[in-house]
């Protein structure tokens, strides 16, 4: 087991299969040593997180959304290392859009969710540059979307 592995045990997370592109693009892009992650959805081990932040669903619930949003990250990464996160060097960059009414402020605490989970799996390598965007919609009414950048050896 790798390190990141054991990281990922310790934390209880088990990565899914990594969610196939549902239309014309790939799940990620290698460019040099940087991986490009097309956006994950909400999706987690009880289905698709749908709603809308500031109408349907409350912040708890985004916060939720976006470290689905995370796991499903890692995983479609894991696939891009050929099995092994140990070769991450970095985390990147963080783009979070979070399905949300235009009185809703805390898209920055929602995407915090994902933000987190990277800190915590990847440690000081986890720490990145990010945004969090309200969005008046998403594909599939996702609660969530988060994309991502990251440095491998």
């Given at each position: 087991?790798s390190r990141?592995?054991?990281r990922?045990?310790?934390?209880?997370?088990?990565l899914?299969?990594?969610?196939?592109?549902v239309?014309?693009y790939?799940?990620?892009?290698?460019?040099?040593?940087?991986?490009f992650?097309?956006g994950q959805v909400?999706?987690?081990p009880?289905?698709?997180?749908?709603?809308?932040?500031?109408?349907d669903?409350?912040?708890?619930?985004g916060?939720?959304?976006?470290h689905?949003?995370?796991v499903?990250?890692i995983?479609?990464?894991?696939?891009?290392?050929?099995?092994?996160?140990?070769?991450?060097?970095r985390v990147?960059?963080?783009?979070?859009f979070?399905?949300s009414?235009p009185?809703?402020?805390d898209?920055?605490k929602?995407v915090?969710g994902c933000?987190?989970?990277?800190?915590?799996v990847?440690?000081d390598k986890?720490?990145?540059?990010?945004?969090?965007?309200?969005?008046?919609?998403?594909p599939l009414?996702?609660?969530?979307?988060?994309?991502?950048?990251?440095?491998?050896?």
């Open positions: 087991m990141i592995d054991d990922l045990a310790e934390l209880g997370l088990v899914p299969e990594p969610v196939a592109p239309a014309n790939v799940p990620y892009v290698i460019s040099g040593n940087l991986v992650i097309s909400s999706i987690g009880g289905g698709l997180i749908t709603g809308k932040l500031g109408a669903l409350d912040l708890e619930k916060v939720e959304a976006a689905a949003c995370g499903n990250l995983a479609q990464l894991r696939a891009a290392c050929g099995g092994d996160l140990d070769r991450v060097t990147v960059k963080l783009g979070g979070v399905n009414t009185d809703f402020t898209q920055p929602v915090n933000s987190d989970l990277m800190v915590a990847f440690a986890g720490r990145h540059a990010r945004a969090a965007v309200g969005a008046p919609a998403l009414n996702a609660a969530v979307e988060v994309d991502g950048v990251f440095e491998i050896d």
